[in-house]
């Protein structure tokens, strides 16, 4: 009888050394295994009144342009995750537990089938498109023709269509200001995000709760962004940063000029 009990407890022990190898082996493969997601971190922001590498940001030839002193502050997210690599579960689990950092499908930032190269295309393409009709929207805002009015827009290391917003603002600030000879932003640094159409029309963009980290880390209290965007804008709002929502170019300068107290009232979410 003792030899037999003896036999089954070396059994058990056996079968549970077996389970926990199993078990372990498991976790490694977990842990170790690419998942299809990337890492995206808060990026940074840039003035688009200003020079970058010696560069106007917005430089404008056939119409006389005006001296500016306000910021309008166009913001980044960046991806820690190359299109070459991959992250793993502590990353993931890490990110989803850090305010600064978002975990997104990996094909929300690169493209399945897509090699490095294409994507880097891409994103081009869409900052030249975002940039066309950024111009487009403030020429017609202007009452401007194109054909007279040349705008080149040059921001190294910035893709996607998330600038074109501030684009428009600024054009239309280095043209005509508030209109009355002042800065769209009063003298002061305001931050915003935004897609732009031809017709002024502003869309939403990726990472808007790293793009509130970006302009409250950069010392920006007021951040235009898009309206349908409120609710996730919201949740994650740093202290400190007021965001004022908008559909239109329209609807951002008459938020500028209500914030100058210049008139109407400044929208929230």
Known sequence: MASEKVTSVTSRIRTLVVCA???????????????????????????????????????IDGTRTRRTTGELRLVTVVSVTQPDTSVKLPEVVGAWFDGNRAVVPRDAVYPAGKSIEEIERHNVQEMNDSQNAAETA???????????????LTLPDVGGPSAGLMFALG?????????????????????GTGTIAAD????????????????????????????????????ARPEGLRLVPVDTLDDALSALKA???????????
């Open 21 to 59: 190898t199993l078990v372990i082996s498991l976790i490694g493969v977990a842990l170790l295994a690419p998942l299809p997601f990337a890492v995206l971190v808060p990026g940074p922001t840039a003035d688009v009144l200003s020079a970058q590498d010696g560069k106007p940001v917005i430089a």
């Open 138 to 152: 403030a020429l017609k805002h202007l009452g401007l023709s194109p054909k007279k009015v040349r705008v080149r």
């Open 171 to 191: 054009i239309i600030d280095k043209i005509d200001g508030d209109g009355q000879g002042g800065d769209l932003a009063g003298g002061r640094t305001i931050g």
């Open 200 to 235: 002024g029309t502003v869309g939403a963009v990726g990472g808007i709760e790293l793009k509130e980290q970006a302009v409250r880390r950069d010392g920006v209290r007021i951040f235009l962004m898009p309206r349908s965007q409120c609710s996730v804008a919201r949740a």
């Open 259 to 269: 914030l100058r107290g210049a008139g109407g009232s400044v929208p929230s979410c």
